[in-house]
């Protein structure tokens, strides 16, 4: 796997990432959402430079132009619900790109013990295409891990793609393990720690909830 991290990089991602932080600015629901669609779109433009090109002539008005026009066939996975925004950042960028929901959910029988339960998935055929996976929270890799495992039914991508918001160093090195050589993951920001419920310290809070409201 190749990580891509924009942890240090100087632009205006870093604006769009620390008012996600913010408590007060995450306050707006709206506000949120349209940031996380912000960072899918500048990561899913970095992303579109490992793509491969071919050229091909356009006809204008006055003449002819050569351009090089990405070749790839792309289906773009929201892990939902917080994967929503971040899935319509990416597509704003991938305007014809097909698209993928799945449900992946933490559960707690006990103090102990953290599964990830996948229960709804509507997807394409991957066979052959670039799949990008919109997950905000990379925190344990264990969401991924399942939902990787959860499509493979639907076919073998040619490349993967994960797009993060914020990871913790363990979340990021557990799907390096996991995920096969064919992977990149792009993700704005990593974080070092993860709380004894397995958040991101200091990351942001839950996701999800921030954008939609707090689930029962």
């Known amino acids: 796997m190749t990580v891509h991290d924009f942890t240090l990089q100087k632009s205006v991602l870093q604006r769009y990432v620390s008012q996600l932080r913010d408590q007060e600015i995450q306050k707006d629901a709206?506000?949120?959402?349209?940031?996380?669609?912000r960072i899918g779109h500048?990561?899913?433009?970095?992303?579109?430079q490992e793509l491969s090109y071919n050229a091909s002539t356009i006809t204008t008005p006055l003449g002819t132009k050569e351009m090089l026009l990405p070749q790839e066939n792309i289906v773009v996975a929201a892990i939902l619900r917080a994967g929503l925004?971040?899935?319509?950042g990416v597509v704003s960028c991938f305007d014809n790109a097909e698209q993928a929901f799945i449900s992946a959910y933490r559960n707690?029988?006990?103090a102990d013990t953290l599964e990830i339960i996948v229960k709804y998935l509507a997807a394409p055929s991957l066979e052959g295409k670039?799949?990008?996976?919109?997950?905000?929270?990379?925190?344990?890799?264990?969401?991924?891990?399942?939902?990787?495992?959860?499509?493979k039914k639907h076919g073998s991508p040619d490349s993967i793609h994960i797009i993060s918001v914020i990871g913790s160093d363990?979340?990021?090195?557990y799907i390096r393990d996991i995920f096969p050589d064919n992977t990149h993951l792009w993700i704005a920001a990593?974080?070092?720690?993860l709380n004894d419920k397995k958040y991101i310290i200091p990351g942001l809070g839950d996701a999800g909830d921030l954008s939609?409201?707090?689930?029962l």
């Open 30 to 37: 709206m506000r949120f959402r349209i940031n996380i669609e």
């Open 212 to 215: 939609y409201g707090n689930k």
């Open 190 to 193: 990593i974080d070092k720690d």
């Open 170 to 173: 363990d979340g990021v090195k």
């Open 85 to 88: 925004p971040l899935q319509q």
């Open 42 to 48: 500048i990561l899913a433009y970095e992303m579109s």
């Open 130 to 151: 670039t799949l990008i996976l919109c997950d905000p929270m990379l925190a344990t890799g264990h969401t991924l891990e399942n939902v990787h495992l959860a499509l």
């Open 108 to 110: 707690h029988p006990d």
